[in-house]
C-alpha cells in the first residue's frame, strides 16, 4: 500500500478558509427614545456600527487579508437616518468599501439567518461572528425602539436558532460573542446547544459609551459562554 506524506495529504483536503462574520443590528429612533426618560439610550446612531468598524480594523491588523462579512439590519438605519436627514445606509457601505469587507444587507431576522449560513462559501468555516445591537436573556433584536416604542419587531430567539441557523458552517473552534444585554443569561448556552460552538454573552447590559473612544463595548457584569 502506497503512504502519503502529510503534505500530500493535506493537497487531498486543504484545510478550510476562514471568515468573520460580524452582524450589526438596528438603531432606535430618537423621537421614541426621548419618551422613554432614563430608560432612553441610543442616543448616537452609530453605536453599532463604528463598534463593527473597530473589530474590523482589530482583525485586519492581525490580518490584512481576512475574509469579513458584515451583515447589517437595514430598515432601522433608513428610518434613523430619515429622522437625522442623513444619508446613514450610504455612510455604511462606504464604511465597509473602505475596509473591503462583504456588506450584505438584511430586512428581516430570517433573511439574518440565511446571511449568516450563506457567509461561508466553497471551503469557508465561520472561525468568528460577533453581534453588535439590541438584545435581552433570550434573543438578538435586530429591531428595538424604532418600529415600536420600547419593542421589538424582528428578533432572532434562542428557540430559532437549532432550526435557523446551519451548525456546519461553523468552524469547530469558532469563536463567537455577543456585545448584546444579558445574552449569557440564556442565549449562550442555547447557542452552544444549536451551533456546538460557544457563544460569549454579557451577564447584565452592555455599555456602547467606550465606542467613541476606538474600544469595544464593556458589560456590566460578567462575561460567560
Known amino acids: 500500500m502506497r503512504s502519503i506524506s502529510l503534505i500530500g495529504l493535506l493537497a487531498l483536503c486543504p484545510l478550510a478558509e476562514a471568515v468573520e462574520v460580524i452582524l450589526s443590528g438596528g438603531v432606535a429612533l430618537k423621537s421614541w427614545e426621548h419618551l422613554r426618560g432614563p430608560a432612553a439610550h441610543d442616543n448616537w446612531w452609530a453605536n453599532f456600527i463604528r463598534a463593527a ?3 474590523m480594523d482589530m482583525t485586519r491588523r492581525r490580518d490584512a487579508n481576512a475574509s469579513i462579512v458584515w451583515i447589517v439590519f437595514r430598515p432601522s438605519y433608513v428610518t434613523r437616518g430619515a429622522e437625522d436627514g442623513k444619508n446613514y445606509v450610504g455612510m455604511i457601505t462606504e464604511q465597509a468599501t473602505k475596509r473591503r469587507v462583504r456588506l450584505v444587507w438584511v430586512n428581516t431576522a430570517d433573511e439574518a439567518f440565511r446571511a449568516i449560513n450563506g457567509a461561508a462559501r466553497g471551503g469557508e468555516k465561520i472561525t468568528s461572528f460577533y453581534y453588535f445591537g439590541h438584545s435581552n436573556a433570550h434573543a438578538f433584536m435586530l429591531d428595538y425602539s424604532n418600529d415600536i416604542i420600547g419593542a421589538s419587531t424582528q428578533w432572532m ?3 430559532d436558532l437549532a ?6 458552517a461553523f468552524a469547530p473552534d469558532a469563536r463567537c460573542r455577543s456585545f448584546g444585554c444579558y445574552t449569557g443569561n440564556s442565549m449562550s448556552g442555547s447557542w452552544y446547544r444549536a451551533v456546538g460552538v460557544h457563544l460569549w454573552g454579557n451577564t447584565e447590559a452592555t455599555r456602547y459609551h467606550p465606542v ?5 463595548p464593556m458589560g456590566n457584569g460578567v462575561w460567560v459562554k
Open 53 to 55: 468598524t473597530i473589530q
Open 212 to 216: 467613541s473612544n476606538g474600544c469595544l
Open 163 to 168: 432550526a435557523k441557523l446551519n451548525r456546519a
Open 157 to 159: 430567539h434562542e428557540n
